[in-house]
């Protein structure tokens, strides 16, 4: 192996981890409401609307919405899936699992749990690795008393209960449902190239997109 090469490896294994500490950091910051090093996680000139850029812009979006949602939030990050598309950027999945203390309209609270995944997008810039895009999926959100059976379960206080997206980035989902096995034996693709695993789940399906609620 070539210096080069080595030297290669060594900032990948260098940029793996400081892209795994992304999400716990953002975990942390987050519930105990230190937004200033929140913001920091995102590269400086994140998009926070049509006509908004900028981590000032994202820490006054962030502060009205956590002063009026929720009065505690506790965020528990896993199964984090890293892709490089090349040395400076990078794809990634994280599941999440969330729990928020929600007040209500009628004054009552609510325990909010909530299940979900965020497809990331990183860049390094300046050295140093961000997110540059954050896309929530969820599958549900439910007082913690009223498990999520059945449809739209997406289930806040004060709010008509809706459907995440916690299975519309994949197209395995419903291929799954809509092709049952027959007698033969099941043909088995093969395995994904290296760091291609999350783009071959996805097939041909473009750059990931939600719908915006």
């Known amino acids: 192996m070539s210096q080069k090469e080595l030297l290669a490896r060594i900032d990948r294994l260098e940029a793996l981890d400081e892209i795994r500490q992304l999400p716990a950091k953002y975990a942390l910051s987050l519930d105990m409401r230190d937004l ?9 000139d994140i998009r926070v609307s049509r006509d908004k ?3 000032a812009h994202l820490k006054r979006w962030l502060d009205d919405t956590l002063r009026l949602q929720f009065t505690g939030t ?3 990050t896993g199964n984090h899936i890293i892709e490089f598309d090349d040395v400076d950027h ?3 999945v994280v599941y999440s699992k969330n729990e928020h203390e ?3 309209a009628d004054g009552s609270i609510e325990w909010v749990i909530m299940q979900m995944v965020y ?3 990183y860049e390094r810039v300046e050295g140093r690795w961000y997110f540059r895009r954050r896309l929530p999926c969820y599958w549900y959100a439910t007082d913690l008393n009223k498990p999520p059976v059945g449809d739209n379960k997406m289930r806040w206080p004060d709010r008509e209960p809706y459907a995440g997206a916690f299975h519309d980035l994949w197209p395995s989902w419903e291929s799954f449902w809509d092709n049952p096995p027959d007698a033969d034996e099941p043909e088995v693709a093969a395995p994904a190239p290296l760091d291609q695993f999350l783009s071959t789940m996805r097939g041909d399906a473009g ?7």
Do not use: Q
Request: aromatic fraction near 6%; proline fraction near 10%.
């Open 36 to 44: 200033d090093s929140h913001v920091n996680l995102f590269a400086p």
């Open 53 to 55: 850029v900028g981590r």
């Open 74 to 76: 506790s965020h528990h």
């Open 90 to 92: 990078a794809h990634g």
């Open 102 to 104: 929600t007040p209500c």
């Open 119 to 121: 497809w990331d997008n």
């Open 207 to 213: 750059e990931p997109k939600i719908r915006v609620r």
